[in-house]
């Protein structure tokens, strides 16, 4: 995730940018190398002393200005249970890396070892530094780990060795490589730093260039005792009744340890007022900084303190970072005349700063935060002059590597710590790592330790029940309402007919599986009358796709949002922007658009305009954007698709038509059949066959309340299994949402969009067999009679 101020450091370095917007994952954590995880805010403060910045400042509208401070960073890393104790290593190479090659004296540089470096020069006082470098060497045939076997105990740290040999077997040394740990024992980093947490054995493999091999075996043996906890603790004790305490031990990994020896003493207490806390128990103590610039700047923004900056700009020969977060506060998206004098001159400020050639000489940093871009004046988000930068949500590896980190982390031993995590996070069983960095997708850092926090609630490990309440909680928050995550909990064996959809099901999921961006297509289009499984498609392809699934709401749907502005165009697109870039964070995923006529439809209920330019157009772009072509299958689901938006029909964005009409014959008698096996209803003695003709307009969803209601039925006369009765009289009493005309229509509307024999159902209902002659569909007659069929319904 923080490749994002990669860009940042380019553009500045290269003095094409001094002012910088970002929004959207704000208010996260980011990993530093140094610092570990630590909250956006400060994490860009630090990258902005990384970057060479002399003074670094931070700004918010509650507090202003905030002189960063180390020791404060680490106090909320041990609140939020990020840090442990300093851990040991073992082994002599725990400093530095060891240099990548070596320079003769007129500046010729001789590769040693591969791996990252920079060239640093100098002339006196002046210096220079290179951009970062790889050394790099395809030729590697063979690789060797050393140490090749060792013990090491739970909590200690070793760097190892990696050698590579060429064909005539020359050596060469490597620092970065493709390093896993086997056996769950510990976690390594590319530059080959062992940490071992789980006791037990394992082996290490390593990958360069497709080249791989692997350690003997390695032993993690339990670490030195750093708890001890009663085993079990009485509420009350009688006098003369003795009582033997027990005491358990843990190293800092929290594997079991050996007690012995253990002193004894009794403490007495007196009885106090448990209402009263500690006078400044909760204060931490920290140095103040002297300075009256610091603590000052909170709303409303000043002219003075205006001045200040200005002056610390143009004077001072340092170099000055800012970051600035909660940017829609101090510079919100609204009409000059009605915004107040203090934010009209703070916004002509940034616009002079922005332009301010005098600052990016001097090159001062300035970045601006806030989650939603569209809440920030044009000044900074349509300015050229200031480089839009999204941060991303975490990727599959920053949450796998969050993940391991917290999992790896020791049980608090100070017992008065602040720590929201205390014990050490467990997965459920049923759960791996992999399994739940896949889980997570769309939640962001502080997202999966809330997971966290709740399993430490209830002293519980993390399950996947856990995980899936809180990513729709989260989804739905972070997506403004628009996006809703669906389960995928079926498989072919519950779903009868459609025989047509298997191959083609087979085709996407496998093409999403190797990549094959030739065969995987950008939309699939699922058209046909209400009821014939459209949804229920949809959640198999994510399922077998094994792919996170939502669905975006319509504007219809969206307006039943109860929310200011609800009937605002403006308020839908910038809530359907959030939403999309939502989707960019679930990468890989499934978007189904049901009802994807509605889109764009110009009018809803209560007379209310939804927006109809724009939104196709965004869906239709990021639909068509070649960037996601294999990362985001787009499934769409009509009954109208008359109605659909011809942006929708461009070429390369729903290429693939399904046609999911009623289903005949045979085919209703296995749906029934697998229906009841899916709501896991007990039958005795049914023949489905026998419904052929009483069921012969119904559509697969009329099946399914029919067997819903056969089992009510049965449980009115007091039994479990239903029976052929039970099953003949629902029939009979059901009467089918839509008529036989209307049912025809909509079915006419779905084969008129056929663009493949093969997307069709090989058996039609009997009113549309007329239509097709084996690949040929006569759609001039599709046409007139669904011309007759509007006459005769009343349709416009």
């Known amino acids: 995730m923080p490749n994002f101020f990669d860009r940042i450091a380019k553009e500045y370095k290269a003095g094409s940018a001094h002012m910088f917007m970002l929004h959207y994952n704000t208010y996260d954590l980011a990993k530093d190398t140094e610092h570990g995880y630590l909250p956006i805010f ?43 104790e300093d851990v040991k290593w073992i082994g002599e190479m725990q400093g530095d890396l060891p240099s ?166 009794i403490v007495s207490e007196r009885e106090v007022d448990p209402h009263r806390e500690k006078i400044n128990s909760g204060v931490i103590h920290e140095k103040i900084h002297e300075d009256p610039f610091i603590g000052s700047g909170k709303l409303p923004i000043t002219s003075d303190w205006l001045n200040q900056l200005n002056t610390l700009f143009s004077t001072t020969r340092y170099k000055i970072g800012l970051v600035m977060f909660y940017t829609e506060k101090v510079a919100p998206n609204g009409e000059i005349p009605i915004l107040s004098e203090e934010t009209t001159t703070f916004l002509d400020t940034l616009q002079r700063w922005a332009a301010d050639f005098d600052i990016r000489l001097k090159k001062h940093l300035l970045l601006m935060a806030a989650h939603d ?102 989804v739905d928050t972070h997506s403004r309402g628009l996006l809703e995550v669906l389960p995928t909990p079926y498989d072919r064996s519950v779903v009868g007919g459609m025989k047509h959809v298997g191959e083609i099901m087979k085709d996407i999921t496998s093409a999403i599986h190797q990549g094959d961006l030739k065969r995987a297509p950008r939309g699939l289009l699922l058209l046909g009358p209400p009821g014939t499984g459209k949804t229920l498609l949809a959640q198999m392809i994510a399922k077998y796709s094994g792919l996170t699934f939502v669905r975006l709401k319509s504007p219809r749907e969206w307006i039943g949002i109860e929310k200011p502005m609800a009937g605002d165009g403006k308020s839908y697109q910038s809530d359907l922007r959030m939403a999309l870039s939502f989707v960019q964070a679930v990468i890989p995923v499934i978007v189904f658009v049901d009802e994807i006529d509605l889109v764009s439809s110009p009018h809803v209920g209560h007379g209310m305009q939804t927006p109809n330019s724009m939104l196709p157009a965004e869906l239709a772009n990021m639909i068509s954007n070649p960037e996601y072509h294999g990362k985001i299958l787009w499934i769409g689901a009509s009954n109208r698709p008359d109605a659909i938006d011809p942006v929708f029909r461009q070429r390369g964005i729903f290429d693939h038509r399904l046609i999911l009409l009623r289903p005949t014959g045979q085919e209703r008698a296995d749906i029934l059949e697998k ?121 416009l």
Request: glycine content about 8%; hydrophobic content about 35%; overall charge negative.
């Open 42 to 84: 400060y994490y860009l403060m630090e990258q902005l002393n990384m970057v060479g910045c002399d003074i670094v400042l931070g700004y918010t509208p509650s507090q202003g200005i905030i002189w960063p401070q180390i020791d404060h960073w680490k106090w909320i890393q041990r609140s939020l249970g990020l840090i442990s």
């Open 100 to 265: 990548v090659g070596q320079f003769d004296g007129q500046g010729t540089f001789i590769a040693k070892e591969l791996g990252l470096g920079r060239i640093r020069a100098s002339v006196g006082n002046v210096r220079t530094e290179s951009p970062r470098f790889r050394i790099t060497d395809n030729q590697i045939k063979q690789l060797e780990i050393s140490p090749q076997q060792f013990e090491i105990e739970s909590g200690q740290k070793i760097r190892l060795k990696l050698t590579g040999f060429d064909g005539s077997n020359r050596p060469i040394g490597i620092q970065q490589a493709h390093w896993k740990v086997e056996g769950g024992i510990g976690d390594i980093t590319p530059d080959g730093v062992f940490a071992a947490s789980k006791a037990g054995k394992g082996k290490i493999t390593v990958e360069v260039h497709n080249v791989n091999t692997e350690s003997d075996e390695i032993v993690v043996v339990p670490g030195e005792l750093a708890k001890i906890k009663f085993e079990e603790m009485p509420r009350e004790i009688k006098p003369r009744e003795p009582y033997k305490f027990e005491l358990a031990g843990e190293d800092s990994s929290g594997n079991p340890v050996e007690i012995e020896d253990a002193q004894w003493e």
């Open 373 to 474: 871009i569209t809440e920030v004046h044009p000044v900074l988000t349509q300015n050229s002059d200031v480089p839009v930068v999204e941060i991303p949500f975490p990727n599959y590896n920053d949450r796998f590597e969050f993940i391991n980190h917290l999992i790896s982390l020791p049980v608090q031993t100070n017992p008065d710590s602040q720590a929201q995590i205390t014990t050490q996070i467990k997965l459920h069983s049923d759960l791996t790592i992999e399994q739940v960095a896949r889980d997570t997708a769309g939640l962001t850092l502080f997202g999966i330790h809330d997971v966290a926090l709740r399993a430490e609630e209830v002293r519980e490990p993390i399950t996947p029940t856990l995980i899936a309440q809180y990513r729709r909680e989260n």
């Open 675 to 795: 229906l009841f096996r899916k709501h896991q209803i007990p039958v005795d003695g049914i023949d489905f066959s026998q419904t052929n003709r009483a069921t012969r307009r119904l559509s697969g969803g009329d099946l399914e309340r029919i067997v819903l209601r056969s089992y009510n039925l049965a449980k009115r006369h007091e039994r479990e299994i239903v029976s052929q009765e039970d099953l003949n009289r629902t029939i009979d009493d059901y009467v089918p949402e839509h008529s036989p005309e209307m049912n025809e229509f909509m079915g006419l509307l779905a084969l008129r969009e056929a663009n493949s024999r093969s997307m069709i159902p090989p058996n039609l209902p009997h009113e549309l067999r007329e239509y097709i002659d084996g690949n040929q569909i006569d759609k001039q007659k599709i046409n007139r009679r669904l011309q007759e069929l509007k006459n005769s319904l009343g349709m």
